[in-house]
């Protein structure tokens, strides 16, 4: 019955009187052959494409091959695309799709949709397989935008699988909203997988004649229960998280990261201790491209840092605000400054109360390399940034976006005049070992003695004066950030700026009695 009325509705469309003026091409759009069952061997009246493929057949918009059959499972080509959107075109506007040969063989359709804008971009390799983000972007130009006029309501973000800023989303989301695209699964378009035959015949017949395009509802409460898997977290969020490099005044390499870019116009987030008194930043986005990097403000206390990365029309995610034990996230970024990756988690606690500030703990592993780097939800919403794990990786903590609220910085400015601009308070500081924060002063301790050994100064705190140790040092490593130091080991501190001083910490005992020590050493001392 559905077949029966398919194929009443194809004949309605081709016997049509006049037709609104913004739709006067598809006029154009008739039948040049008849098409029998049995034309194919490989497709059946049984198979869900069957009247797509006798359409676009009888339209002589998709073909067969010399061995009887249309493979319906074999992956188009960037070639075969083109060729199809500059057919539609031009039958669209004249009623005709005569073509001259060329070599190779695509050259004529490029060449014509180059001319009539409807491709944006080159291709490399245009016998490379098409996927189905690009086979839209080449389809979307191949009509005018009045003929693909929305009878959906899709929100920009509400396909589960592409994000508002994701490469070719807008002509995704217009050919959701003109119903010539569907999706599948809650509305899930796989962008990046291969597209075949068969759905090329379902999709340009949808093109061609505009009775068969698709009611397609997407609820806004629809992403929320969709949990997307790891690879569709990487392929959807990929693109808005980068590497992160710092390098000191003389161009020297001082660390790695990863942040995440939440705007179009590049306002990112990404580890305060990643920026803090380093000459110069520049981000590794996901395709190879790098870009400087500018720092609008930090905190330390939550080790967030408010940066941009310079451009516009740059790859984003779009944020959530809050997550719930026992919910599925997964940390995104550069471990150990290599390739991109993804790990899955749970959330363990959505405010873990033994930092400064509450942060997100789960069990998403993350190594060094992954700070700065997003924690995102099971709809590819970014909610926090990676800061930190625990010993072996069983946990790792993550601080909500929100943090960012508290942030200043009017604009921003280069990682260098940053630098200047924000010197350390050296009345908090040791004398004599600027900027190295001077743990009584932050702590409210007492000094119970000092010493010196070949290079080294080291002052004692009782540690039965630290009644609240834990917070005492997390408020020192807070004010060693602060400072430009950053941890250079498991056990040690130095600057980022260029001061040459190492900062250790060591329970320990002196004459006698049990004492914290910090360790100050100049850069030359082992």
């Not at 469309?13 to 091409?25: D, E, I, K, R, Y």
């Not at 009509?143 to 994000?163: E, K, T, Y």
């Not at 000191?248 to 990863?258: C, I, K, P, Q, V």
Request: aromatic content about 10%.
């Amino acid at each position: 019955m559905k077949k029966r009325l398919l194929s009443l509705l194809l004949s309605a469309a081709l016997l049509c009187g006049a037709l609104p003026t913004a739709f006067a091409g598809y006029e154009n759009f008739t039948a040049k052959t008849t098409y029998t069952d049995g034309r194919f061997s490989d497709v059946s009246t049984a198979d869900w494409f069957y009247e797509n493929v006798r359409a676009s057949y009888e339209y002589d918009l998709v073909n067969g091959f010399s061995d009887g059959k249309f493979h319906p499972n074999e992956n188009l080509t960037i070639g075969q695309a083109i060729k199809l959107a500059a057919c539609l075109n031009s039958l669209y506007s004249s009623g005709t799709a005569d073509f001259a040969s060329s070599t190779p063989w695509y050259q004529t359709y490029v060449d014509y949709a180059q001319r009539n804008g409807i491709l944006t971009r080159t291709f490399d390799n245009c016998n490379a397989p098409a996927t189905r983000s690009e086979f839209a972007a080449v389809l979307a130009g191949a009509l005018p935008r009045g003929a693909l006029h929305p009878i959906n309501s899709i929100a920009d973000g509400a396909i589960p699988d592409v994000s508002a800023s994701a490469e070719n989303a807008d002509a995704i989301y217009l050919l959701y909203r003109a119903g010539v695209l569907t999706g599948s699964n809650g509305g899930r378009f796989k962008p990046n997988d291969p597209i075949r035959r068969s759905e090329v015949a379902a999709i340009i017949t949808r093109m061609a004649v505009p009775s068969l395009r698709q009611s397609v509802t997407i609820d806004t409460d629809t992403p929320a229960k969709i949990v997307l898997s790891a690879d569709e977290i990487l392929a959807k969020c990929g693109p808005a998280v980068f590497k992160l490099t710092s390098y000191d005044a003389r161009g020297n390499l001082l660390g790695m990261g990863s942040g995440v870019v939440l705007s179009a116009n590049g306002d990112a987030v990404t580890c305060g201790h990643l920026v803090n008194g380093v000459a110069r930043l520049v981000a590794e986005m996901a395709d190879g491209t790098k870009r400087e990097v500018s720092i609008y403000a930090l905190d330390a206390d939550s080790d967030i840092a408010h940066i941009r990365v310079v451009g516009t029309g740059l790859p984003y995610l779009e944020t959530a605000s809050s997550l719930s034990t026992g919910d599925i996230v997964y940390a995104l970024g550069y471990p150990g400054g290599g390739a991109e990756k993804v790990t899955e988690g749970k959330v363990l606690d959505a405010a873990n109360g033994d930092y400064l500030v509450p942060m997100i703990e789960t069990t998403a592993k993350v190594v060094s390399g992954n700070s700065g780097g997003a924690l995102i939800d099971g709809q590819g919403r970014v909610v926090a940034v990676t800061v930190s794990s625990r010993t072996g990786g069983s946990s790792s903590f993550s601080v909500p976006l929100s943090v960012l609220d508290k942030l200043g910085g009017a604009s921003a400015v280069t990682p260098a005049e940053y630098s200047r601009t924000h010197k350390p308070d050296k009345d908090k500081c040791y004398d004599n070992l600027y900027p190295v924060p001077d743990f009584g002063e932050i702590s409210g301790a007492s000094l119970f003695a000092t010493s010196r050994d070949r290079g080294t100064t080291c002052f004692y705190y009782a540690l039965s004066e630290l009644p609240d140790l834990d917070r005492q040092l997390l408020r020192y490593y807070a004010a060693l950030g602060e400072n430009t130091f950053y941890q250079f080991t498991e056990s040690s501190f130095t600057s980022s700026a260029g001061y040459l001083l190492s900062v250790k910490l060591y329970e320990t005992t002196w004459e006698g009695t049990n004492v914290l020590g910090v360790f100050v050493s100049g850069m030359q001392t082992s």
